[in-house]
């Protein structure tokens, strides 16, 4: 199965794609192209260095935010991928594009979504002072961190946590569950009931 893999930073999410289904032959499952909104995204520079085609799309060298996702749509249907997988991209489509693609775009959040959704995520969830964190893959609809939920994982929250010390943590989490899901998704096993996901498990 195909994927493409949008990108806006450092790319640890897509190091371990790339390492655990990419480079991984018996995954089936290959990147076929890494989208960021961003030039400097370290991300790019992981696709490259193992050879997969990049490409940059930007707000700004767009009218509206329409023909932003239509470039992005014109790139994706270039690589005939299946599966869009956000990975740390801080850009929100518009419902054209989400309706286009519907059941067929996943993101990483990093909270227990419907916790603390946005563009902060992190610094909310130690603001708010909760005591068990944790990561939300999903699928993606037309609002803001609210599609159907695949898979969550939790990490404790510790006295002593600042941003940095709680993303690790949290990170350390997503590395293992992102691969996992967008595996699930090639083998067929998501069945999408309304809000809710099953995950078919063997018997
Ligand atoms: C990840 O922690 C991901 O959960 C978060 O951005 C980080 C990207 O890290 N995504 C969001 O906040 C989306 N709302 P990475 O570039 O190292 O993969």
Request: glycine share 6%.
């Amino acid at each position: 199965m195909k994927i493409a893999v949008l990108v806006s930073g450092s790319g640890t999410n897509l190091q371990t794609l790339i390492e655990q289904l990419h480079q991984d032959e018996t995954s089936g499952i290959d990147i076929a192209v890494v989208l960021s909104d961003r030039r400097k995204a370290y991300a790019l520079t992981r696709a490259k260095r193992v050879g997969i085609p990049t490409h940059v799309v930007r707000t700004q060298d767009y009218e509206n935010r329409l023909d932003f996702d239509a470039e992005i749509s014109r790139v994706i249907e270039q690589y005939a991928v299946e599966l869009i997988v956000l990975a740390g991209f801080m850009k929100l489509f518009q419902p054209p594009f989400v309706q286009k693609y519907r059941n067929r775009i996943i993101n990483v959040h990093p909270t227990l979504l419907p916790a603390f959704p946005g563009a902060h995520p992190v610094a909310d969830t130690l603001a708010y002072g909760v005591k068990i964190a944790g990561i939300t893959v999903h699928f993606v609809d037309e609002d803001v961190d609210s599609g159907p939920i695949i898979a969550q994982s939790t990490v404790p929250v510790l006295d002593t946590d600042d941003e940095e010390s709680l993303h690790n943590r949290i990170q350390v989490e997503e590395h293992k569950l992102y691969p996992q899901v967008i595996k699930w998704y090639a083998q067929g096993k998501l069945k999408i009931e309304g809000r809710k996901v099953i995950v078919k498990r063997e018997n």
